[in-house]
């Protein structure tokens, strides 16, 4: 038996912020970042369509990027506090994870950090409150998803908190608020997108239901994301639903190890002044562990059929899936994103030499390996590496090598 599982009620395009007039309960909380979202007049007008509803509304602000267990904490004490019915989380993937977090420990104080990781372990929720995700870039889908990633800077490691009782009860996709996104967000978090629809169309967990979502973001993404980075504001508009299909997909379907290897490497060189960013990391590894799946015939057979719905060409899979990888890299190329951790600079543009020093990376790759394959994404890769395989393949990510084993 599978589980298919996706928000009750997912409101779409232009104005559907304005929905959060119709919801119903006491008090809710605002769940927010650092500002964009206060500068897009958009944290006002969440609030004031709240207040309209005839709720209390309490906001809880300054989610960091990449949000941390302490973050989790500090949210959670100000809900026990404030005892909201309702948690509307409203930004990016940072803001909205955190607050899933919140949520739980909100609902049981008693959880740790440790408690949340155990994955599909998270106790029923909504005795206290429904939670409602608004997203304003067009990638993680967190507003659809069962996942919530949480950082541990003191191991220097994301967690992945997974368990369809975190997937929202309502999600907002309003396209209006992914258009004040700056370019290289934009890239970002649509690569981290792409990412997600290829992942789960290959993953062990797909399925009927999750397949025409995954095909049909990848033609979206493949049709705007080059657009909307180029200041197209119609392809971003369409870039926001796409995302959010994906989203479905994956949230059903899991994932693989590019999302490991992204997981457990975008942290762990912050010493180094930087982090390698999600979906930068994702752009720069899916590539190469394309290759690395294609061993696999079943996998190959389905990057192919992704290949074929691109209009990539190609006689037989081999060629569908080297075409594949080549316009994945020349994507990466039109948004500015480097091929690998070699040559991914501070400011996560391509340069010569990159902030990672190879001596630190070479050091550290044991670890990191070991730690991606625990990650919960690994279960279902199509294909399962060895340690060996785990670190040859993020060399290859490190050098830009060729993978041919
Ligand atoms: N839960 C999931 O299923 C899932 C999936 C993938 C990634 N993630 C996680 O999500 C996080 C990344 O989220 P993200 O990529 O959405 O970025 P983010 O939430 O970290 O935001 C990045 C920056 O963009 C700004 N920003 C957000 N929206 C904006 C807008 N419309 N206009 C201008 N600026 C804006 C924010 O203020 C912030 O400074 C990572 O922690 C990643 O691990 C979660
Ligand atoms: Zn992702």
Redesign the pocket.
């Known amino acids: 038996m599978a589980r298919f599982t996706l928000p009750r009620d997912i409101y779409h395009g232009k104005g559907a912020l304005e929905t959060l007039k119709t919801f119903k309960g006491k008090k809710a909380i605002i769940c927010v ?5 206060k ?2 007049g ?1 944290l006002d007008r969440a609030q004031k369509y709240l207040e309209e509803a005839g709720m209390e509304v309490r906001i809880f602000e300054g ?5 941390s267990v302490e973050t989790v904490m500090r949210g959670a004490e100000v809900m026990l506090e404030f005892e909201p019915d309702w948690i509307v989380a409203i ?7 955190a607050a ?1 977090a919140m949520w739980i420990k909100y609902e049981y104080p008693d959880c740790t950090f440790e408690d949340m990781c155990k994955i599909f372990g998270i106790p029923e929720l909504r005795h206290k409150a429904h939670f409602c995700a608004i ?8 507003e659809v ?7 541990d800077y003191a191991r220097g490691t ?1 967690y ?1 908190i997974a368990d369809f009782e975190i997937t929202p009860d309502v999600a907002i996709v309003d396209p209006e ?6 370019k290289k ?1 934009v890239a ?2 649509g690569m ?1 997108a792409m990412t ?1 629809a290829i992942e789960a169309y290959v993953s062990t967990a797909n399925c009927d239901y999750t397949d025409p979502l995954a095909i049909h973001a990848i033609e979206m993404i493949q049709a705007d994301l080059v657009d909307s980075y180029n200041g197209d504001m119609a392809a971003r508009d369409r870039m926001h639903n796409a995302q959010c299909l994906a ?1 479905m997909a ?2 059903n379907a899991l994932l693989g190890i590019v ?1 490991s290897m ?2 457990k490497t ?1 942290a762990v060189f912050a010493d180094f002044g930087a982090h390698i ?3 930068a990391a994702n752009a720069m590894y899916l590539p190469k562990v394309i290759a690395f799946n294609a061993k696999d015939e079943t996998a190959k057979k389905r990057y192919g059929v992704i290949a074929d719905y691109m209009h990539l060409g190609g006689k037989d899979d081999d060629e569908k899936v080297a075409l594949l990888i080549a316009y994945l890299r020349k994507m990466n190329d039109d948004l500015n994103i480097p091929h690998c951790i070699g040559h991914y600079g501070k400011d996560s543009y391509p340069t010569e030499q990159g902030f990672v020093p190879e001596e630190v990376f070479l050091e550290r790759l044991p670890g990191i390996a070991a730690r991606a394959l625990e990650d919960a994404c690994t279960g279902s890769n199509p294909r399962q590496p060895s340690q060996e395989e785990m670190e040859k393949l993020l060399k290859c990510c490190y050098y830009d090598t060729e993978v041919d084993f």
Do not use: C, N, V, Y
């Not at 970042?33 to 979202?37: A, F, I, K, T």
């Not at 989610?63 to 949000?67: C, F, G, L, Q, T």
């Not at 997203?135 to 967190?142: E, F, K, R």
């Not at 608020?177 to 700056?182: H, K, R």
């Open positions: 970042g650092g500002g964009s979202m500068r897009g958009f989610i960091e990027s990449d949000p930004g990016g993937g940072s803001p909205i994870d899933k997203s304003s870039t067009s990638g993680t889908a967190t998803t069962a996942f919530s990633i949480i950082t994301k992945p608020l992914a258009e004040t996104m700056p967000l970002h978090t981290d997600h989203g994956f949230s999302h992204a997981h975008g960013i999600h979906g």
